[in-house]
């Protein structure tokens, strides 16, 4: 057999398996512990469903989740997977190094002689952020060069690495509201941050991962990055609330059924119209997230067929 990697993997996890045809691999059921082996495994689509019990899944990390394996054998089943999804990008020594923009200046270093300094922190209370936001996220704001009169909000990876920022104009005459880096998005937003055995919640913007205060990643945008796909499953990250804005709903049914199919729970937060979660403030979405039941298959489907995907 072309997958025998994947078959001594598997047999690592279930025992001792039965080779059939079709690149099919019987093995006992762990869930029902039938006499005989009744759970056949498909190492090329990767489906498995045990005959007696009806235990099934899409893809094999599922399986490997639901019995609680090591994430060291998850990882390396991904590797032998070849998934497209998974594959790392090429990447060149000559990356360039992002820093923070010419005239940052730290908003928890005082200084209220500075009317710049004022108009940045009169700005950010209006937006309901506090002096403890401003120190988690070393919120700063810019008093010249070419992000002059907007707030900069930092991200930084697991290392405390600089790897994204966003701006925006504290002045409401300000022609661009927001200005960003020209760099790649396909990044961890607030990764110094997240708690991967912990729930995790994605939202569009900074001010919106701000705002649910634990545990939220932005997206910097409506699509999710490959590197948090990636390490999303990975890490064997069991529960994720998506919450993005109503016009990017198409975009939320496509993360929900590629996490769901990896054997994530999904749970799909429904925002009142035209609002997102830095204008309902911490209390109002930490309710509607609370409240939010988890995302089954058949309304999955139901929302794929609305969206038209």
């Known amino acids: 057999m072309s997958n025998f990697p994947i078959v001594t993997l598997l047999e690592s996890v279930l025992g001792k398996g039965r080779i059939k045809a079709n690149n099919n691999v019987a093995f006992h059921c762990p869930f029902c512990h039938h006499h005989k082996p009744k759970l056949e495994v498909n190492t090329q ?30 990882s390396k089943l991904i590797v032998l997977l070849e998934d497209v999804e998974y594959r790392p990008k090429k990447t060149t020594t000559d990356t360039p ?36 936001d ?19 909000i930092p991200s930084f990876d697991a290392n405390g690495s600089l790897n994204y920022f966003v701006s925006r104009a504290y002045y409401e005459d300000d022609v661009w509201k927001h200005k960003n880096p020209n760099v790649s998005k396909d990044i961890i937003g607030f990764e110094l941050h997240i708690n991967w055995d912990m729930p995790i919640v994605l939202v569009e913007g900074a001010f919106d991962a701000i705002a649910i205060k634990r ?6 945008g409506k699509t999710i990055s490959d590197t948090l796909k990636k390490r999303i499953v990975e890490r064997g990250v069991k529960t994720i609330y998506i919450c993005l804005d109503d016009d990017a709903k198409k975009q939320a049914i496509e993360v929900s059924d590629y996490f769901m199919s990896n054997g994530v729970q999904v749970y799909l937060v429904n925002l009142p119209n035209e609002t997102d979660p830095s204008d309902l403030g911490f209390e109002k979405i930490k309710n509607i997230i609370d409240n939010t039941c988890e995302l089954t298959e058949t309304q999955l489907m139901q929302e794929k067929i609305l969206c038209r995907i």
């Not at 007696?52 to 019995?67: D, E, M, T, Y």
């Not at 710049?116 to 209006?126: P, Q």
């Open 45 to 74: 689509s990767q489906h498995w469903h045990c005959w007696v019990c009806n235990a099934a899944g899409r893809k094999l990390p599922i399986l490997f989740r639901r019995l609680n394996v090591d994430r060291k054998k998850v």
């Open 97 to 132: 190094v992002l820093h923070l923009p010419e005239g940052f200046k730290p908003l928890w270093e005082f200084d209220r002689a500075s009317p710049e300094y004022r108009n940045a922190v009169f700005y950010l209370r209006k937006r309901g952020i506090n002096i403890q």
């Open 134 to 152: 401003i120190l988690k996220y070393r919120i700063g704001y810019c008093d010249a060069g070419p992000y002059n009169g907007k707030i900069v």
């Open 215 to 220: 545990n939220a990643i932005p997206l910097f």
